[in-house]
């Protein structure tokens, strides 16, 4: 069973950056199984993909986003990691962080999510 | 990348059969790669149909996906008080990417 938990700042001051981590358990960042995931969800909104990786390096962001995120793996710390750069109160929001199968489109293992606030 | 469209909310009576539609363009229709999760408040998403009509071990078998066209259908029968959660619709979108729906607020009367 795998298991994802979240962590980072709750509150970020806008035009820093957002940086979040997902540690993982029961499952191996290196195996190649899983796209590694980040989605975020507005307050009272609906859910919105940020973006995923691959072990292999592969990387795919939302378009509307991907000129600020950058997303990575440490495969030592069994850790998946998110940046998000200039960031205004419009990036308020839950992130979860997930899983995406290989080669198919919908994520399995979800982490509980955690709120970050930007804000001065 | 555009936001597939659900209806904001559903209603149903306890026993009763309810469908959520999720509607795209060229995503759903030329893919079968339509997801569905279930979300209680305060609640990570859950995974509830993927490949437009496959469940996941442990999801009831009172949970059913469908598509026709570009549009793409949960329906959950025999309608429990459990089930009252926020629904989320999926779907590839292609070159690599996935886009969500608005999410449908389900409500058992």
């Known amino acids: 069973q795998v298991q994802l938990q979240e962590s980072g700042p709750g509150l970020v001051k806008p035009s820093q950056t957002l940086s979040l981590t997902c540690t993982v358990s029961?499952?191996?960042?290196?195996?190649?199984?899983?796209?590694w995931s980040w989605i975020r969800q507005h307050p009272g909104k609906g859910l919105e993909w940020i973006g995923y990786?691959?072990?292999?390096?592969?990387?795919y962001y939302n378009p509307s986003l991907k000129s600020r995120i950058n997303i990575s793996l440490d495969t030592s710390k069994k850790q998946l990691s998110l940046k998000l750069s200039s960031v205004t109160a419009a990036d308020t929001a839950v992130y979860y962080c997930?899983?995406?199968?290989?080669?198919?489109?919908?994520?399995?293992?979800w982490g509980q999510g955690t709120l970050v606030t930007v804000s001065s | 990348q555009s936001a597939l469209t659900q209806p904001a909310s559903v209603s149903g009576s306890p026993g009763q059969s309810i469908t959520i539609s999720c509607t795209g363009t060229s995503d759903v229709g030329s893919y079968n790669f339509v997801s569905w999760y279930q979300q209680h408040p305060g609640k990570a998403p859950k995974l509830m149909i993927f490949e437009v009509t496959k469940r996941p071990s442990g999801v009831s078998n009172r949970f059913s996906g469908s598509k026709s066209g570009n549009t793409a259908s949960l329906t959950i029968s025999g309608l429990q008080a459990e089930d009252e959660a926020d629904y989320y619709c999926c779907s590839y979108a292609g070159s690599s990417t996935v886009t969500f729906g608005g999410g449908t607020k389900l409500t058992v009367l």
């Open positions: 029961g499952a191996s960042i290196s195996s190649g199984d899983y796209y």
């Open positions: 997930a899983t995406k199968p290989n080669s198919i489109y919908h994520f399995d293992y």
């Open positions: 990786i691959h072990y292999s390096g592969l990387s």
